[in-house]
């Protein structure tokens, strides 16, 4: 199975900041990486699909980059409303397998 | 988008099975591949397993190979996984998903179904 390491686990930051998640697979996955936004008693959210594009009806703040085996995901002004925990996701080959998230909180 | 409604909150005891359904309302589930999803209480996110839209290719994590069953009814546009041999650290939300393909990001998800296990 392709591992999914992300980082930091959790991130505190002022309204504004620049804020920037990594994820790491253990082998090469292209760009067959996704990110989700999950908010406490929700379920996931797609937010970036294919390493780098936007879903539909997503704030542009968020973008997310990389390819192979390392990726980042970041909020280029960090907004009340973005506080959750994000997660990323290979789909390069079964099982599915996400990364184990990072919890952002205001400062 | 498709929007995902799934069954109501269950309570098991250690041995039995759940039943979980994921219908999508206001759409056909017929053309999506539907993934199923867990997250145990605090922890990440785990998948599954996933069905194709005519129901008759299901794949599994290896850990719940023997244990997870997924059909659909495409008559009712519903979806099904059930669990067996249930234990405690099976307590956990379940949520479905959709994909267009097999291998892809999940785009729709339902709002998820809490089972708990506890004798």
């Known amino acids: 199975d392709i591992q999914m390491t992300q980082s930091p686990s959790s991130l505190s930051a002022s309204v504004g900041d620049r804020v920037t998640i990594t994820c790491q697979a253990s082998q090469d996955i292209s760009n067959y990486l996704n990110w989700y936004q999950q908010k406490p008693g929700k379920a996931p959210k797609l937010l970036i699909y294919?390493?780098?594009n936007l879903e539909t009806g997503v704030t542009s703040r968020f973008s997310g980059g990389g390819s192979g085996t390392d990726f980042t995901f970041t909020i280029r002004s960090l907004q009340p409303e973005d506080i959750a925990t994000y997660y990323c996701q290979q789909f390069d080959s079964p099982p599915l397998t996400f990364g184990g998230g990072t919890k952002v909180e205001i400062k | 988008q498709v929007q995902l409604v799934q069954s109501g909150a269950e309570v098991k005891k250690p041995g039995a099975s759940v039943k979980v359904s994921c219908k999508a309302s206001?759409?056909?589930?017929?053309?999506?591949?539907i993934h199923w999803v867990r997250q145990a209480p605090g922890q990440g996110l785990e998948w599954m397993g996933i069905i194709n839209p005519s129901g008759d290719d299901t794949r599994s994590a290896q850990k719940f190979q023997g244990r997870v069953t997924m059909t659909r009814d495409t008559s009712t546009s519903t979806v099904y996984m059930e669990l067996s041999s249930l234990r405690s650290e099976d307590t956990a939300v379940y949520y479905c998903a959709t994909s267009g393909t097999y291998l892809s990001w999940l785009d729709a998800w339902g709002q998820g179904t809490l089972v708990t296990v506890s004798s």
């Open positions: 294919d390493a780098s």
């Open positions: 206001g759409y056909t589930l017929t053309s999506y591949y």
